[in-house]
């Protein structure tokens, strides 16, 4: 499904003149939303301006799914993926974070399907994470790597797919997608389900 969402790269600290209307800000056209981007392989949008018909859905907030039921598995371990990772073994270099965020991410898909959007409909995106177990602060690059996998891999001059990391090796996105959502990350204290490391909340505007 293709989105109304325009991506537009823009130069740092400059206005591109496809935004640009008699000397004013560009002002996005009633149904859509126009998304503006530093570079042509930046992680996320600087911001997303909506049209004042816009329809848009917004999610509650998604931990993972409770996927690997071995026994003797952490609380933190029961949210590994096991359909990406059989057994819950990870591979190495995937951190924790890393599988709980790609568990969420699929999940977010699935709400996104029910709601008849897709991926590339997400306009904006906050992230809560938590410090795994033994740590002293959440692990950040784990989580942007799980993003990455659904997320601005694309490049926007050439449209190609990038190389996305998993853990320590170099791979073809779990999910080709041009879309830089507008996003925040925050590290707290405790999520609201134990062994729970990620949680994320989407907007996405409806085609």
Known sequence: MK???K???TAALA???TALAAGRLFTPAPTESFSFVTGDTAMIANGVAFGKNVAWYKSSGLGPSAMNAGPGVSTEERYIPTDVFPGGALPPGVTITEAQGI???????ENLER????YDDVVSMRVFLQNPAGEEKMDFAGWNRAYRQFFANTNLAT???MTVQLGSRGTAPMVVNEARPSRFALEIENLPVDGWLVEVE???VYP
């Open 103 to 109: 568990n969420v991410l699929m999940r977010i898909g």
């Open 202 to 204: 989407v907007d996405a």
């Open 7 to 9: 991506v537009v790269a």
């Open 15 to 17: 206005v591109p003149s």
């Open 3 to 5: 989105s109304r969402t």
């Open 115 to 118: 709601a008849g959007l897709s």
């Open 159 to 161: 449209g190609e797919p």
